[in-house]
Nanobody, 115 residues
Framework: QVLLVESGGGLVQAGGSLRLSCAAS????????MRWYRQAPGKQRELVAEITSGGSTNYADSVKGRFTISRDNAKNTVDLQMNNLKPEDTAVYYC?????????WGQGAQVTVSS
């Protein structure tokens, strides 16, 4: 069974940093494409960053240069380092992966950025 558990959310002032971590079980993050999404109140869930099995990374334009996705193969985690946070980054952040035809989500981590 695949399980994704996010941690590291919280409240931070604008310009600050947070690091989210997604602990995976039932899969090996090194061979799965892994993604971070976010959903702000009243808005659709959007893709923030992804890392492919080959290690390539892609980012939403709104976070390029500020966020970095990485994986720790020893810990089997996928992290999202978020720097220079802005109030518009406030959202629930979700870890995501596909295994076959099944889409898996974590429970979400709240990130709140105050101005």
């Amino acid at each position: 069974q695949v399980l994704l558990v996010e941690s590291g959310g919280g409240l931070v002032q604008a310009g600050g940093s947070l690091r989210l971590s997604c602990a995976a079980s039932g899969i090996i993050v090194r061979i799965n494409a892994m993604r971070w999404y976010r959903q702000a109140p009243g808005k659709q869930r959007e893709l923030v960053a992804e890392i492919t099995s080959g290690g390539s990374t892609n980012y939403a334009d709104s976070v390029k240069g500020r966020f970095t996705i990485s994986r720790d193969n020893a810990k089997n985690t996928v992290d999202l380092q978020m720097n220079n946070l802005k109030p518009e980054d406030t959202a629930v952040y979700y870890c995501n992966t596909w295994v076959g035809r099944t889409n898996y989500w974590g429970q979400g981590a709240q990130v709140t950025v105050s101005s």
